[in-house]
């Protein structure tokens, strides 16, 4: 479609003063903020001491312990790069009959309740999430980036490719939905090769994920495939990025996924947790068991999650990335998952740190923006009340999130600080 005439030459002439006017005027550089820090963890395993984080704009420019003037004095609190989920459904909610509402609705009450999902996730400490992920998600993450309303950084799947057999397509017609989704906006794939953990037969075949994931790759997108059982190994065979789940996988299928530099996104609790606490809200919708009693046997599938977790630790080289799965209930509590983590299956609480940092990072391709706190990084910083590695309910005490180098959030204990104004005046 052409455009009218009159409207290219105003848009012609609008570009030409805007030049112009960046021609003869100084741009102002942003304001620079200066965090005091007792305790800091790097997101790469290493922990500095009385320091001081130097931001400007949206980025650390320096970690000098004797910047100044100070605007967030945080000693007393432990400070870290914002967290990373790497598999959340952004979008699923409760509708406003208290029920289950699944995700990627479009009315008035999904959009606002997945703004809310947004904007809880962000205070809990998450400053970026990959949702796995519907259409709806590209306008969130479109809103959320241009600053119209908060909430973490968002990378999303757009559609997902549910296997089913052969009825999923040929490989040709796997890779044009691929195509397809790169097309809609999607920043990753994602892919159902398996339906659960008692029920791990492959839903796709070795030349359908290879299509997938081999698409994706061409495209410079990722692929992560939820697998269980024999699935798990296809995936990894055919190249995929990453694995969901994965319950059911023999030592050999993670020693594989360790030697292919696979990516393993098991969970540890949270997901059933959640289901049984808002039993009443999932019962009956589709998808889920018809009654409340129908949730009693996801109990037992905790110890099956938590085997599986500790079974891959003991996997030389597999990165174990933090994933939670969080959908409706669960948004906003998503560090939950750490606590399972480290309670239930013995992970070293720095290492839970690191796999929603600088691990998770690198993992959605990130690596050089994201999960570290380093000059040249985005100025993603969390504080906790608390010391995770005594005690990892600590990351249940969010008390500053900033995002980008926008604060947030700054719910700052008196007891422990003793102020968040400027503590030195510049001379
Ligand atoms: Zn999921």
């Known amino acids: 479609m052409r455009r009218p005439r009159q409207i290219t030459l ?36 290493h922990v500095l001491h009385d320091t001081r984080i130097v ?45 289950n509402a699944g995700g990627g609705g479009t009315t008035p009450e999904a959009t606002l309740a997945a ?3 947004a904007w809880v996730t962000l205070q809990a400490g998450f400053t970026t999430v990959q949702s796995v992920g519907n259409p709806s998600d590209v306008t969130l993450r479109e809103a959320i980036a241009k600053g119209s309303i908060p909430g973490p950084r968002i990378l999303t799947s757009a559609e997902p490719l549910a296997g089913q057999g052969e ?3 040929t490989p040709d017609q796997i890779r044009a939905f691929v195509r397809e989704q790169k097309r809609a906006g999607a920043d990753l794939i994602k892919i159902f090769a398996a339906a659960g953990p008692n029920r791990s037969d492959p839903t796709l075949s070795r030349a359908q994920l290879e299509a997938a994931c081999d698409e994706a790759k061409k495209l410079g997108l990722r692929a992560l495939v939820h697998a269980y059982g024999p699935a798990v190994r296809l995936a990894t065979m055919a190249g995929c990025s990453q ?3 994965g319950v059911g996988a023999t030592d ?18 949270l997901i059933w947790e959640n289901y049984i606490l808002n039993r009443d809200k999932f019962a009956g919708t589709p998808y889920y068991p018809k009654t409340p009693e129908g949730f009693d046997s996801m109990q037992k599938l905790i110890p099956l999650y938590h085997d599986f977790l500790k079974q891959a630790l003991k996997i030389q080289g597999l990165k174990i990335l933090f994933g939670t799965d969080a959908l409706a209930g669960s948004h906003g509590r998503n560090a939950e998952e750490f606590i399972d983590r480290v309670r239930d299956c013995g992970v070293d609480p720095m290492m839970a740190m690191i796999s929603a940092n600088s691990l998770a990072a690198e993992a959605l391709g990130l690596g050089s923006q994201i999960g570290s706190l380093a000059p040249g990084l985005q100025a993603d910083i969390i ?8 005690d990892i309910t600590a990351v249940r005490r969010v008390v500053f999130v900033m995002k980008g180098g926008v604060v947030y959030k ?17 001379p």
């Open 115 to 117: 703004a809310s999902n």
């Open 252 to 269: 050999d299928d993670l020693k594989l996924m360790a030697a292919r530099g696979t990516y393993l996104d098991p969970q540890a609790g």
């Open 55 to 99: 931001i400007q704009g949206s980025k650390i420019v320096t970690i000098d312990p004797k910047a100044s003037p100070v605007d967030y004095d945080l000693r007393g609190l432990t400070v870290m790069p914002g967290w990373i989920d790497a598999h959340v459904h952004i979008s699923w909610s409760f509708g406003s009959d208290g029920k």
């Open 167 to 169: 009825q999923t397509g």
């Open 243 to 245: 694995i969901e789940h």
């Open 10 to 45: 105003a848009i012609a002439a609008f570009i030409f003063t805007l030049n112009s006017t960046a021609a003869f005027s100084q741009t102002p550089l942003p304001r620079r903020i200066i965090i005091a820090a007792g305790t800091v963890f790097d997101g790469r395993g």
């Open 410 to 426: 700054t719910d700052l204990p008196p007891n422990k600080v003793q102020s968040k104004q400027t503590i030195e005046v510049t």
């Open 383 to 390: 504080a906790l009340d608390g010391d995770p590695l005594k």
